[in-house]
Structures are given as C-alpha cells and as structure tokens.
C-alpha cells in the first residue's frame, strides 16, 4: 500500500528535499502555475530512477505543461537534484 504524498510534505523525502533545493539553486520557477505538480512528479521520479537520463525525464514530465515553458530549467534542475544525490550517496 503506497501513501498519499502532499506538496506540502516533499521535502520530508530524499528526492524531494532534494529537488526543492534545485529548483531554488537554478530557480526554475517563473509564475509557480505549474510547480507543485513538476516538483512533485520530479520527485517521483528521482525515488524510482536515481539517474535518469533526457528520455526518462521527458517521459516523467510528460503530463505537466508549464505556460511560460521553463522546461529547459526544469530537466536541468532535476539533473542537478540527481546529482546531488549522487554525492550525498558517497558521503554517507
């Protein structure tokens, strides 16, 4: 049985934390219309694949539209959250 995950929890999970950070550091938000829902399906990605590559990134993102189309900042955003998972994977 999974459990339901609000925007207002992400950052309590690895990948969510995470992809907040990134989304700060490379300020992917323009508007914020569509972010709770490209935070939150960048998160599920990251918990499943770890390192994505473009395809799987434009697959897990396929359902979100962002009317000011920062889908450049938003792939590279969650490259750089991938990243730092990476690093904190090492570290540990």
């Not at 897990?60 to 990476?86: D, F, Q």
């Amino acid at each position: 049985m999974q459990r339901l995950r609000r925007i207002e929890a992400i950052g309590a999970t690895p990948a969510g934390r995470n992809i907040q950070k990134a989304w700060l550091d490379l300020e992917v938000v323009q508007c914020g219309y569509c972010q709770s829902g490209q935070i939150m399906s960048a998160a599920a990605l990251l918990a499943s694949n770890r390192h994505p590559n473009d395809s799987d990134i434009d697959a897990a993102m396929s359902g979100n539209i962002c009317r000011c189309g920062t889908y450049v900042r938003i792939r590279e955003a969650i490259k750089h959250a991938a990243k730092e998972s990476a690093v904190t994977e090492k570290g540990s």
